[in-house]
């Protein structure tokens, strides 16, 4: 079985800090993708990386930068956060394919609070 | 932006009804179509994955649905169980690398 795992499941940070959100695959996926989930706005895509080093802005990236260094970590920062950031995040990751007919897989989840 | 939509949010059924789920897209040009489960404070999990391709797809009780033309997919649960209590998530692929999500239709199954 697929297994994506995300370094915390709650955390609470204060406004200003810098946060660091790890999300880890097991299963050799070539892309993985950080959403975050807030009521009444559905999952939003803040970014995706197809590959080592490679990184795309999805839909709301202001705010967030990330990293992957390695093919199956994949981490989304915080330069300096706000209390507008508090969400659930989550990671997912997928097969590459043509024109990514593989479905995705998702972590657990992190509920960020910032106060 | 392409729009995803799922009706009725909330839904309440007796244990053992047949059901129903509703999404529908703005644009049929789509690669894919993605049924998720989502339990409270919890991840989301793959339940079913229709190929622009394909017209439907199975797996136990739930039978998904994909009709490109209309912009409509449906999520049809038979025999529905206690367990079956969860929010049902639809995404549609329209780029080839990642998802829209519409907002959920949150079920209870009553005992």
């Known amino acids: 079985d697929v297994k994506v795992t995300q370094s915390s499941r709650y955390l609470v940070k204060r406004t200003g800090e810098k946060v660091f959100l790890e999300c880890v695959q097991d299963?050799?996926?070539?892309?993985m993708f950080w959403y975050r989930q807030d009521p009444g706005l559905g999952l939003r895509l803040i970014y995706f990386s197809y590959d080592v080093k490679m990184k795309e802005k999805g839909d709301i990236p202001e705010g967030y930068s990330v990293s992957r260094e390695k093919k199956e970590r994949f981490s989304l920062i915080l330069e300096s956060a706000s209390t507008n950031q508090t969400s659930m995040y989550l990671c997912a990751s997928s097969p590459a394919g043509t024109a990514n007919t593989y479905e995705q897989y998702f972590g657990p989840g992190t509920r960020l609070t910032v106060t | 932006k392409q729009e995803v939509t799922q009706i009725p949010a909330a839904l309440s059924v007796p244990e053992g009804e047949n059901l129903v789920l509703n999404c529908s897209f703005t644009?049929?040009?789509?690669?894919?179509l993605q049924w998720f489960r989502q339990d409270p404070g919890k991840g989301l999990t793959s339940l079913l994955l229709i190929q622009s391709s394909q017209r439907e797809q199975t797996s136990g009780r739930l039978n998904a649905s994909l009709d490109k033309s209309s912009g409509r997919s449906t999520l049809y649960i038979a025999a529905s169980q206690p367990g079956d209590s969860a929010t049902y998530l639809c995404a549609v692929d329209y780029s080839g690398y990642a998802l829209n999500f519409g907002k959920g239709t949150s079920l209870l199954v009553t005992p």
């Open positions: 644009d049929s040009a789509i690669y894919n």
């Open positions: 299963m050799d996926h070539e892309n």
